[in-house]
């Protein structure tokens, strides 16, 4: 069983739509939770960062951690096309630097 | 500019030889790190380094190589005993002070054997 699992998708949406990306994952020494977007034939860039159970929302993004039943969530509002991209989850224990464990990463389009 | 320069972008390679894909980083960070990416696998950690001259093998290292003889720059060899080596790489690296987990990437290497 894979430490982290995530739904590969693809997902398509309209513009405008609501976007809810997900990952689960079994090991609990993981402390960091993390969101990546990766565009076409890009490397992945840091979208989101949390530490503590809960809500962090930046712009449009919501980050959404519950240790207790170890699953995290990325929420799109008001998505753009320019959102179209794949996201990755990532987790790291406190202890392992920054040796993250990445989920296998789920594919959006949104549609103009 | 600071950032992450890997290169070269696209790579083909009969099999049998090894390749060598280089990454440079100008941000001063201390750890660097080489993950591959195939479809439906997500990144998976192949080599990294905290400090110069010292590495550490992740999670699929055998049939890759390392060095890192200078802060900026960690090449990955990929030799002829990796069984499939076709796939998209990517370097990253990271201050290794706080912000655990903040890695920054290169745009990334595709190499193809053909």
């Given at each position: 069983?894979?430490?982290?699992?995530?739904?590969?998708?693809?997902?398509?949406v309209?513009?405008?739509?609501?976007?809810?990306?997900?990952?689960?994952?079994?090991?609990?020494?993981?402390?960091?939770?993390?969101?990546?977007?990766?565009?076409?034939?890009?490397?992945?860039?840091?979208?989101?960062?949390?530490?503590?159970?809960?809500?962090?929302?930046?712009?449009?993004?919501?980050?959404?951690?519950?240790?207790?039943?170890?699953?995290?969530?990325?929420?799109?509002?008001?998505?753009?096309?320019?959102?179209?991209?794949?996201?990755?989850?990532?987790?790291?224990?406190?202890?392992?630097?920054?040796?993250?464990?990445?989920?296998?990463?789920?594919?959006?389009?949104?549609?103009? | 500019?600071?950032?992450?320069?890997?290169?070269?972008?696209y790579l083909?390679?009969?099999?049998?030889?090894?390749?060598?894909?280089?990454?440079?980083?100008?941000?001063?960070?201390?750890?660097?790190?080489?993950?591959?990416?195939?479809?439906?696998q997500?990144?998976?950690?192949?080599?990294?380094?905290?400090?110069?001259?010292?590495?550490?093998?992740?999670?699929?290292?055998?049939?890759?190589?390392?060095?890192?003889?200078?802060?900026?720059?960690f090449?990955?060899?990929?030799?002829?005993?990796?069984?499939?080596?076709?796939?998209?790489?990517?370097?990253?690296?990271?201050?290794?002070?706080g912000?655990?987990?903040?890695?920054?990437?290169?745009?990334?290497?595709?190499?193809?054997?053909?």
């Amino acid at each position: 069983q894979k430490e982290v699992e995530q739904d590969p998708g693809p997902l398509s949406v309209p513009e405008g739509a609501i976007v809810s990306l997900n990952c689960t994952y079994s090991n609990s020494a993981f402390q960091y939770f993390m969101w990546y977007r990766q565009y076409s034939r890009k490397g992945p860039e840091l979208l989101m960062y949390t530490y503590s159970s809960g809500n962090k929302e930046d712009g449009r993004f919501t980050a959404q951690v519950d240790k207790s039943s170890k699953y995290i969530s990325l929420f799109i509002r008001d998505s753009q096309p320019s959102d179209s991209a794949t996201y990755l989850c990532a987790m790291v224990e406190e202890t392992s630097g920054s040796r993250l464990t990445f989920g296998e990463g789920t594919q959006l389009t949104v549609n103009p | 500019d600071g950032g992450i320069t890997q290169s070269p972008k696209y790579l083909f390679r009969k099999e049998g030889q090894n390749v060598t894909l280089s990454c440079e980083q100008n941000l001063n960070h201390d750890a660097m790190y080489w993950y591959r990416q195939d479809p439906g696998q997500g990144l998976r950690l192949i080599y990294y380094s905290q400090i110069v001259n010292d590495f550490q093998k992740g999670d699929i290292a055998e049939g890759y190589s390392v060095s890192r003889e200078k802060k900026e720059s960690f090449p990955l060899t990929v030799t002829s005993a990796q069984k499939n080596p076709t796939a998209f790489y990517l370097c990253a690296s990271h201050l290794d002070r706080g912000n655990t987990g903040e890695l920054f990437f290169g745009e990334g290497s595709r190499l193809t054997v053909l």
